[in-house]
């Protein structure tokens, strides 16, 4: 299973989807599309400690993470 | 009469003592869910942050409340300490803190998530994530955050 976690206030909400499951991956990958398209940042942890931003969704991806944007403190 | 009066304060009375008993249940419960991994919003982000860490990352956050990331553009390295501001050090080549660095995500976050954003940040795009960050001072002028905390996480 694919996991989704989005950075808020609860710590995050998680969305799980099957990777074969042609539905669950166009939800997915609306979610992905919605998330960015107002301002989150997604990363894709690539290994033990390697991540990659990325632009655009990646069904192959076992798991993302989504943060609000950035501003300074 | 007098003793239907009787029953009726003794009614009363066990209702009152019941609703305390499940006022202090509830009190309980609620802090057994918040003291367990996860059950909170810090610990599903303290979580989430552990295992997004290197091995390295996760030895240092362990014994020191801190970690260290480089910078995919400048090499340079920061430490990301566990705080809400001025949590990011810049350090030099001795690993003394140069500069101090304040900047995470939007919104009310809990800690971890304000640590993992700017590890993933500064380690894929660090440009960026210092164009919209506060610097602060470092070993030359006074920090905004107290000094025996520096030496506390160092």
């Given at each position: 299973m ?22 669950a ?6 979610r ?24 655009d ?13 950035l501003?300074?403190? | 009469?007098?003793?239907?009066w009787?029953?009726?304060v ?14 202090g249940?509830?009190?309980v ?19 989430l942050l ?33 705080a ?43 440009r ?20 025996r ?6």
């Open positions: 694919a996991k989704q976690f989005v950075m808020n206030a609860t710590g995050d909400t998680r969305y799980q989807f099957d990777p074969t499951d042609a539905a991956v166009a939800k997915a990958s609306t992905f599309k919605e998330l960015i398209g107002v301002g989150y940042t997604a990363a894709v942890r690539r290994g033990a400690g390697a991540s990659e931003l990325i632009r969704f990646d069904p192959s991806a076992e798991e993302t993470v989504f943060f609000p944007r501003r300074g403190g | 009469m007098r003793g239907e009787s029953v009726v003794a009614g009363f009375t066990t209702l009152v003592f019941l609703c305390f008993l499940l006022q249940l509830a009190l419960l609620g802090r057994v869910h918040r003291l367990s991994p996860g059950g909170t919003a810090e610990g599903k982000a303290f979580a552990k295992q997004w860490l290197s091995p390295v990352q996760l030895a240092q956050y362990e014994n020191n409340g801190c970690f260290e990331v480089t910078g995919c553009h400048s090499g340079k390295r920061y430490r990301i300490r566990r809400r501001q001025m949590n990011i050090d810049e350090l030099d080549e001795a690993g003394a803190r140069s500069a101090a660095w304040c900047f995470g995500p939007e919104g009310n976050l809990p800690i971890g998530d304000l640590m993992l954003a700017p590890k993933i940040s500064l380690e894929n795009d660090e960026t994530a210092l164009a919209v960050a506060n610097r602060g001072f470092g070993n030359e002028g006074p920090s905004r955050t107290p000094e905390y520096w030496t506390r996480v160092s």
